[in-house]
């Protein structure tokens, strides 16, 4: 689908300030302004993030019972359960809150569903298995749980306090827990876009204030930095905004990621081959799919106790059967994607499909958040991938667009659905196989209500436009700062015009490699999967991100193209 080019507009003399005062190229001056960063003062924070501006964890609600019940469990020498979710929010969640708790003298256990077995969040039937395996007196929940209005209230009547910690959307019923922690019931606005494992860890900023306040000698003896590196881990995984808090804590994150506390952490690093400083992208494409890939194939325990283990033998152990799983992942992966993508090639009319709902029988429900994700870009239309299995029961996941709100939509469609939750961006849903054609029509009418106004089409955003000349040591290390790079601050693209294209051709797995030339200049780039492209004869205009390439002991800068198209005559 032929993209929009849109450039972000900025105030040139602000940047020209902001560009003076901070001893930056005027094009990065210019992408942090397009951030709605107006301000030098602003655009400082953003670039020098502290830990020292991170928001009070007792402006979260719920906060002061939780601290207060969970001190009180420690001394009180209680069994506390964490009880997390399979994905890697999820997973690192349960590792921080575990080994925060641990050394603060808590008897403490995780425990994790199994997404096969058990469905997502927690519901009853673990709860009575959780309860019956190890007699809790105190759960406490990361990453899921607001609406767990059955299990809490089981839990309850069990005598079994219950916190929650949460970050997702809430629905119409809340559970009735002890304590509720959830940024999106209120709060600090900055808050608002915490991922569960930054939720956790204000839960654990407000057990060292409270300790402090009270002066115990285990408190003021507890760094949380260390933590970090599983804070990072989550938020990253996530893909939350990595902007306001979540910027702060990925970025300290990342930070202790090069010399990491976990052991774990550090072992599958190596096996990921990651030589350089870790990076987001690194979570992104090389940790967390091999974390998730144990809980998208079923039992997420193996990446648990990989965060959590302090032997070497075992972390290597643990790393490697990841790296087996991850590899597993991608096979099944590469045939559903294929048999969803035939499926919304043959019924796929943009004129009436404003949504897309492809289900089938034996689909594995692990890996189907990856292929919806991938479609929703692909027809930028929100996409729900649905595996039945042999009960009958489909279970979905959702994956949205800017514009729409895949909660409110679900709601809508709700007498059709066995349960759901999620985010505004991605959800997930039950479903029974008979109502799969009803849900379709009704949650493609929801979609065009909100959509049939909107251009849908791919955009492609254009930071800056320059010319070849511009393109230098000074403009790479200058963008640098801007990192970590993720969802709300993406890598900056720019965009150079009317470029003579001196060569090119089609390398690797379909790969459009070429040479670029303007005004003496002349720069090697990259289309990573834009091998079909055809290359327009004359001249050419030139979206991308700037890289190094590292080749026989060589450093050059290239373009990573975005996108390209024929120069306006």
């Known amino acids: 689908m032929e993209k929009r080019w849109k450039e972000i507009e900025y105030d040139p003399g602000l940047a020209e300030g902001v560009a003076n005062d901070l001893n930056l190229p005027m094009p990065v001056a210019g992408a942090l302004i397009g951030r709605g960063l107006c301000t030098v003062e602003q655009i400082d924070h953003f670039l020098h993030p502290r830990l020292s501006r991170l928001s009070d964890p007792f402006g979260l609600p719920g906060m002061e019972e939780a601290v207060v019940r969970l001190w009180d469990a420690i001394d009180a020498a209680e069994m506390i359960v964490v009880f997390g979710d399979y994905d890697v929010d999820g997973v690192s969640s349960t590792a921080l809150l575990v080994s925060f708790l641990s050394d603060l003298g808590a008897i403490v256990s995780p425990y994790l569903p199994n997404r096969m077995l058990d469905g997502y969040g927690f519901n009853k039937p673990i709860l009575e298995r959780c309860v019956s395996e190890l007699r809790p007196n105190l759960i406490v929940t990361v990453d899921c749980g607001t609406g767990s209005v059955e299990a809490v209230t089981t839990a309850s009547e069990a005598g079994i306090d219950v916190i929650v910690t949460d970050h997702h959307e809430p629905s119409d019923e809340i559970a009735d827990a002890l304590a509720l922690v959830n940024p999106k019931l209120g709060g600090p606005e900055e808050t608002r876009m915490l991922a ?66 976990c052991l774990g952490l550090k072992t599958l690093i190596d ?28 039992d997420a325990h193996a990446a648990l106790e990989l965060l959590l283990t302090q032997d070497e033998d075992r972390a290597k152990s643990l790393a490697m059967k990841l790296d087996h799983a991850n590899r597993e992942r991608q096979e099944i992966e590469s045939r559903i994607s294929n048999e969803a993508r035939a499926d919304a090639n043959a019924n796929y009319d943009p004129e009436v499909s404003f949504a897309l709902v492809i289900a089938k029988e034996g689909w594995h429900p692990g890996v189907i958040g990856i292929v919806a994700s991938r479609l929703a870009q692909q027809y930028l239309r929100p996409t729900i991938i649905i595996g039945i299995d042999e009960d009958g029961v489909g279970r979905g996941s959702c994956r949205s667009i800017e514009g729409f709100d895949l909660v409110a939509a679900l709601t809508q469609c709700d007498e059709y659905l066995i349960q759901y939750g999620g985010h505004t961006m991605a959800a997930g849903l039950e479903i029974k196989h008979e109502n799969v054609d009803a849900f379709r029509e009704a949650f493609n009418r929801a979609a065009i209500e909100a959509l049939a106004d909107k251009e849908l089409r791919p955009t492609q955003r254009i930071d800056a436009w320059l010319g070849l000349g511009e393109i230098d040591n000074w403009l790479f290390d200058s963008q640098q700062v801007i990192r970590p790079f993720g969802h709300s601050n993406p890598s900056p693209v720019w965009a150079s015009s009317d470029l003579r294209v001196v060569r090119h051709r089609v390398v690797g797995r379909g790969h459009l490699q070429m040479t670029v030339a303007s005004g003496g200049v002349q720069l090697d780039a990259i289309g990573f999967g834009l091998g079909e492209r055809e290359v327009p004869a004359g001249p050419i205009d030139l979206a991308f991100q700037l890289k190094k390439n590292f080749y026989m002991g060589r450093e050059t800068l290239r373009l990573d193209i975005q996108d390209f198209r024929a120069a306006p005559e």
């Open 271 to 298: 096996i990921a081959g990651i030589k350089d400083d870790v990076q987001a992208h690194h979570i992104g494409f090389q940790l967390g799919p091999r974390l998730n890939a144990a809980g998208r194939m079923g």
């Open 196 to 261: 569960g494992v930054g939720v956790a860890f204000k839960l654990c900023h407000g057990m060292l204030k409270k300790g402090r306040a009270d002066q115990r000698e285990i408190a003021e003896l507890t760094d949380l930095r260390p933590y970090m590196d599983l804070v990072a881990l989550g938020t990253v995984a996530d893909i939350v905004p990595l902007v306001g808090e979540n910027r702060i804590l990925a970025h300290y994150g990342l930070k202790r990621m090069s010399t990491p506390r």
